[in-house]
């Protein structure tokens, strides 16, 4: 009887040490298991706050400036441009993309049909010689004919990816010409503006 109480204590024994080595390995691969978990959510952590920053500037990449003042009060009809709406800005960057409107109003007092030219130009200065002309390439002309309507409203619109990093001065330009003879066209005060959408070149951000 006590022999076989032996054999069964040293039975139970022997399967109680494999059980024991079992449960250190498992604790083992489980502490493994979570120190990768806590690696991987802090890697997440880190990619979401890096994301939350990187919305943080997109969020800012559309600025919508604007010119209201007009710079001239008469437009002579002799084709000498004028500048009159100018928007300056100082942190351009290539790949930005510029989009602009822009409208003036001219009263014609004269007794003959005018010409009215207008196009938006990216400048070094507020003028509107010299510069880039803007897209379409092509300056558009209106007829303003005082027998018909004597004062028009005259538009314009342009768009560009940006080609220059710094300041540039957009400006809407307008001429007048004439076989009738020469004068002046009136620039109605308050009426036209240029605005300028810029969206940020986000890999230059």
Not at 57 to 84: I, R
Not at 177 to 194: A, D, H, P
Request: with cysteine; aromatic share 4%; charged share 15%.
């Amino acid at each position: 009887m006590g022999r076989a109480r032996d054999l069964a204590d040293g039975a139970t024994g022997g399967t109680l040490v494999p059980r024991v080595e079992t449960l250190e390995t498992h604790a083992g691969t489980t502490d493994t298991a979570i120190a990768s978990l806590v690696s991987s959510l802090s890697g997440v952590n880190s990619s979401l706050a890096s994301l939350d920053a990187r919305l943080d500037a997109l969020s800012g990449l559309g600025t919508v400036f604007q010119s209201t003042a007009e710079q001239y009060t008469l437009m002579p009809v002799n084709g000498a441009q004028l500048s009159l709406y100018s928007i300056a800005i100082t942190d351009m960057k290539i790949g930005d993309i510029v989009i602009l409107m822009g409208q003036f109003e001219v009263t014609n007092d004269l007794s003959y049909t005018v010409g009215v030219g207008r196009r938006i130009i990216r400048g070094a200065n507020n003028g509107a010689s010299g510069g880039n002309i803007i897209q379409p390439a092509t300056s558009a002309m209106d007829n303003v004919d005082p027998s018909i309507l004597h004062h028009k409203v005259i538009n314009a619109t342009a768009a560009e990816v940006c080609p220059v990093n710094g300041s540039a001065w957009y400006n809407m330009a307008g001429w007048a010409v004439s076989t009738g003879g020469s004068g002046n066209l009136t620039i109605e005060q308050g009426y036209g503006k240029l605005v300028m959408v810029r969206i940020r070149n986000p890999v230059a951000t």
